[in-house]
């Protein structure tokens, strides 16, 4: 079986299908749900999961069950939760500013061994706002003043299931798109920072 690292490396991303399922997913379910009515002023989503949520906190901790043999440490956790009332686009970028309450989490040196899994809890689809990316376009570095226009790379819209699990550098171009079929379409996303190896 080849090894998620190597599409990592090669595509900037990969998704494993059906990650966590049955009680494991609905209790994250749950949790994420709790959090919502207890911070119902965040429409939008929530940030600073890390220290809100024990449950979220332990499952980051070990992949979300992902049997991924590296050693790294959780940076952040973000619930994004996009909905018809909270309906947004975000244009093509790449995460080079890691922040949790306006501290910068990471160097621009250290964003080499960033990596992000972001597990979808609803099913995510082209017509409510699914991830779109640029395959191998982390490969091009940090491009500060970059245009799509000027990029030959077609792109993909990354579809995913409840239970699916995106794996993916910081510095992959990626867009999201305003849905438009409104569902809900929660994401728990965290960024990891791997050890460095000896």
Request: with cysteine; hydrophobic share 35%.
């Amino acid at each position: 079986m080849a090894s998620p690292w190597n599409d990592l490396e090669r595509d900037g991303f990969t998704l494993f299908r059906r990650v966590p399922t049955g009680a494991f997913l609905q209790a994250l379910d749950a949790e994420v749900e709790i959090l919502a009515a207890r911070y119902p002023s965040q429409s939008h989503g929530l940030r600073g999961l890390l220290g809100l949520s024990e449950v979220i906190r332990k499952e980051a901790s070990r992949f979300f069950g992902l049997p991924l043999q590296r050693a790294a440490q959780p940076l952040r956790v973000i619930l994004f939760d996009k909905k018809p009332e909270a309906n947004w686009r975000i244009g093509w970028h790449q995460d080079t500013n890691l922040k949790e309450d306006d501290r910068l989490l990471v160097s621009k040196d250290q964003l080499e061994r960033v990596f992000t899994l972001r597990l979808h809890l609803d099913p995510t689809s082209s017509s409510n706002g699914a991830l779109r990316c640029l395959p191998g376009s982390h490969q091009l570095g940090r491009q500060p003043y970059f245009r799509r226009g000027d990029c030959e790379i077609e792109e993909r819209v990354l579809e995913a299931d409840p239970g699916d699990i995106l794996m993916m550098r910081p510095l992959l171009f990626h867009a999201s798109s305003p849905a438009t079929e409104p569902t809900r379409r929660r994401v728990i996303h965290v960024d990891y920072l791997e050890h460095e190896r000896e």
